[in-house]
């Protein structure tokens, strides 16, 4: 992949640039083989994007400079703004509107926030594209309500000249520290969902509702792990962490019980609205609940249980649970290695890994998810 924020030095988000595709995957390789040393790992082929380029469906920009000149870019390690006029990871049509909302920013005079004289009113600028429907969601951090008015004249003018845009919101962080978000969110448009296809699977998608920033690799994430669950026979399933529904949704094309648990409302009310979307084999359903909490009072048997924890992977406590439910399969997603062979490292006297495999979410960086199927000894 060519960028030419990387070869000067402006933009080292994508670490791994002056490797070929093939040997960043090779290092990750390396990485998980070496986390699970004491294990018997037998990997599956890495599943890689087709190209880098135009893979990503997120972005996330500061906004700084002035009314006249606004920017949109990074900050560096130094807190230090880097102004970005694109990113070729980004998904088509992106980059594109980028300089567009610059020119309406400045029409509707919305300023950029400064850090050293704290004013001003944008903080941040969050751009989604969908899969499939082509539609884009954009997310406005500001300062206070002062510019709100404003931002919703705006947003009548971006919707008569980009009709692909469908949702855009404001969300607002007054404090003056790097906190991307605060916790009010306000919807402008009429409509509060983007929807995501992946093959037979609708999604929707709300204004702070985690999803994969990858779709390419996203729908061979989700389709593998529902592999799993028509090969295993599973007829009974719970997911855990399940966000806006993807891997249950995959898994309800075999299974006849299906059960998410997510703690973002917005989360569940998304998969709850797209359930008459979808081909679902039996009866499936969703609880905004904190999951340490769901399973400690949890008592039905499910044949196989899917988690899809944060960074920070699982606790003890959610182990022991898992351990005392006993399903006869664990399926595990991860976005960070060192915390699924930590996580392991706590089951592996019940479970053994049947299949292990990295799909590359992040290409040329260090960062990597990885599905694990874990099967019960006692079986």
């Not at 751009?127 to 539609?135: C, I, N, V």
């Not at 919707?159 to 969300?171: D, Y």
């Not at 296809?197 to 999604?203: A, I, P, R």
Request: hydrophobic share 40%; proline share 4%.
């Amino acid at each position: 992949m060519d960028c030419r924020w990387f070869k000067t030095n402006h933009c080292r988000s994508c670490g791994l640039l002056d490797l070929s595709y093939q040997e960043t995957l090779a290092l990750k390789e390396k990485k998980l083989q070496s986390l699970f040393s004491g294990t018997k790992l037998e990997l599956m082929p890495t599943v890689g994007v087709l190209a880098a380029e135009g893979s990503r469906n997120k972005a996330k920009f500061a906004v700084f400079g002035e009314l006249d000149h606004i920017q949109f870019g990074i900050v560096d390690g130094t807190l230090q703004f880097r102004d970005l006029e694109e990113c070729p990871l980004h998904m088509p049509g992106m980059n594109e509107l980028l300089p567009h909302l610059k020119l309406e920013l400045k029409q509707f005079k919305i300023p950029p926030y400064s850090l050293a004289d704290k004013k001003g009113e944008l903080k941040y600028l969050i751009l989604s594209k969908t899969q499939g429907h082509e539609e884009f969601l954009l997310r406005f951090v500001l300062r206070s309500k002062e510019s709100l008015d404003r931002l919703r004249k705006m947003t009548t003018e971006l919707l008569r000249k980009f009709p692909a845009i469908k949702v855009v919101t404001a969300n607002i962080q007054p404090e003056h520290k790097a906190v991307l978000e605060g916790d009010e969110e306000i919807v402008l448009t009429s409509e509060q969902n983007i929807t995501h296809v992946f093959g037979n699977v609708t999604l929707s998608l709300g204004p702070r509702s985690f999803f994969q920033v990858s779709p390419e690799i996203a729908g061979k994430l989700y389709k593998a792990a529902g592999d799993v669950v028509r090969d295993y026979n599973i007829q009974s399933f719970l997911d855990l962490y399940c966000g806006v529904g993807a891997f249950s949704f995959f898994a309800a094309q075999n299974a006849e019980r299906v059960f998410g648990v997510e703690i973002s409302k917005e989360a569940i009310e998304s998969a709850r609205s797209t359930v008459t979307k979808n081909k679902i084999k039996g009866e499936i359903g969703f609880e905004a609940l904190d999951v340490e909490a769901f399973l400690q009072t949890q008592g039905a048997a499910y044949e196989a249980i899917l988690v899809n924890p944060p960074r920070r992977g699982l606790n003890e406590n959610i182990v022991k649970s898992l351990l005392k439910l006993g399903p006869k399969v664990i399926i595990y997603s991860s976005c960070n290695a060192e915390t699924l062979a930590r996580d392991y490292d706590m089951m592996k006297e019940h479970y053994t890994i049947s299949r292990a495999q990295i799909f590359d979410m992040f290409p040329y960086t260090e960062h990597f998810e990885t599905l694990v199927v874990m099967n019960y000894k006692g079986a």
